[in-house]
């Protein structure tokens, strides 16, 4: 008997990065990836829910629209632009001294708001969750078939309370913590429950992981970027977590180029094609006149080493392209068209005021490189060196430049070898 091939979706713990996990069930809906399992730990769990019911709008609202007085019952957190900062754990510390937790009515009325039982029980998508059992120490696995309308709450409620944060949520005479305690990305449950194939969610969060032992396929889905902290609840940084989500989504899955930025598919490789062979003849032909002692200095930063000892791989110069999107601070969660990512480069490059090298030289001097100025300023120097073709006045700042020096070089390339696009 052929054995029914069953899709698991495996969300793990992490607290407000859980609005990642959402981008990531957009993605897979608009691929037509539909899950037959779901199963999910601590902010896992309570997605969970939302993707078995199907209810991919209001999950969205949620994550899209989330703050500190949605989730605690606390007036007294700060609000500033940076939402990761060391108040926000003083906080946390000293309410788990003096009080054993935050308290998690404010999680629960929002649960009450989520759940919808007949929606949930009528799906023919299967749920399961992990929690962990403070009184007895021991894992808990709750699949559909062992919950009631009743319990679902104090369960998922359970599974979420990320202790010491929050108190333990009481069940019968028991205490219950964070799943995360035991398994905080439960494949095997969701191999035991009948998944064939897995799409697991790691949002590398605090938490243990079991071992997994299987043949079946699993595609792990992993923030190539940074998420805020899972203990901060800001709409602004969820909404950017579900971009990355999706975008994440989609490159694991072949439909976007890029890394930690997204690209359009294709549009990496026909960058590469137009422009790394140019590349490659350039720098072979600046580097033939660099000092031996300067050249084995520089082939040591990361980026140069890999271009000079080889030859300019397809990883290599993608590499080079996204390190100057880092270079001007281009936004990592917007998917980006190649063409207009690097015209966009330029354009602000033409707007850095150019610095004089001597100033750059005396401040290495004086080892106030932390102080220094704006890496954007260096790339500006070394670029407009290429054009004058004055490198070798410039080859002294290579050892401290390197990537630098190769961002300028690459935007140097793009600039002039398209005819009539800028």
């Not at 909404?239 to 890029?258: I, Q, S, V, W």
Request: a positive charge; proline letters at 3%.
């Amino acid at each position: 008997m052929v054995k029914e091939e069953k899709l698991g979706l495996v969300l793990s713990g992490g607290g407000s990065k859980g609005a990642y996990e959402i981008g990531v069930y957009k993605a897979l809906k608009k691929l037509g990836k539909f899950p037959d399992i779901v199963t999910g730990t601590s902010v896992g769990a309570l997605n969970g829910v939302m993707i078995v019911q199907k209810d991919y709008h209001k999950a969205l609202k949620l994550w899209k629209n989330i703050s500190f007085s949605k989730v605690y019952d606390e007036d007294a957190f700060p609000i500033c632009d940076n939402p990761d900062i060391a108040d926000v754990y003083k906080m946390y510390a000293k309410t788990f001294i003096t009080e054993g937790g935050l308290d998690i009515d404010a999680l629960e009325r929002l649960f009450e708001q989520l759940y919808k039982p007949h929606k949930f029980f009528s799906s023919n998508i299967d749920y399961g969750l992990v929690t962990y059992n403070l009184s007895k120490n021991k894992p808990v696995f709750k699949t559909k078939a062992e919950l009631t309308f009743e319990n679902v709450k104090d369960y998922v409620i359970a599974s979420a309370s990320c202790y010491p944060a929050f108190k333990p949520r009481k069940i019968g005479d028991e205490l219950f913590i964070d799943g995360g305690y035991y398994d905080n990305l439960p494949i095997n449950l969701a191999l035991k429950m009948g998944a064939t194939e897995i799409i697991a969610v790691d949002l590398r969060a605090v938490g243990f992981k079991r071992p997994v032992k299987t043949d079946a396929p699993i595609t792990t889905i992993i923030p190539r970027n940074k998420i805020v902290s899972f203990l901060v609840f800001d709409k602004a940084k969820s909404r950017e977590a579900l971009r990355f989500g999706y975008n994440d989504t989609m490159k694991t899955f072949g439909h976007f180029d890029g890394d930690e930025y997204t690209f359009k598919k294709h549009n990496l490789i026909n960058n590469y094609n137009r422009y790394g062979k140019l590349f490659e003849d350039k720098i072979n032909d600046i580097l033939k006149d660099v000092d031996d002692g300067i050249l084995g200095k520089i082939i040591n930063a990361s980026i140069f080493k890999a271009i000079v000892k080889d030859k300019v791989s397809y990883n290599h110069f993608n590499q080079l392209v996204e390190e100057a999107g880092k270079c001007f601070k281009f936004a990592e969660d917007v998917l980006y068209n190649i063409r207009t990512y690097n015209k966009g480069l330029l354009t602000e490059l033409s707007k850095v005021e150019p610095v004089d090298i001597n100033n750059i030289i005396n401040k290495i001097k004086n080892r106030k490189l932390k102080n220094l100025i704006d890496r954007r300023q260096i790339v500006r120097l070394f670029y407009e060196a290429i054009i004058n073709d004055k490198v070798r006045e410039v080859f002294v700042l290579l050892p401290v430049f390197a990537d630098e020096f190769l961002i300028a070089l690459y935007l140097y390339i793009v600039k002039n070898n398209v005819i009539g696009f800028y």
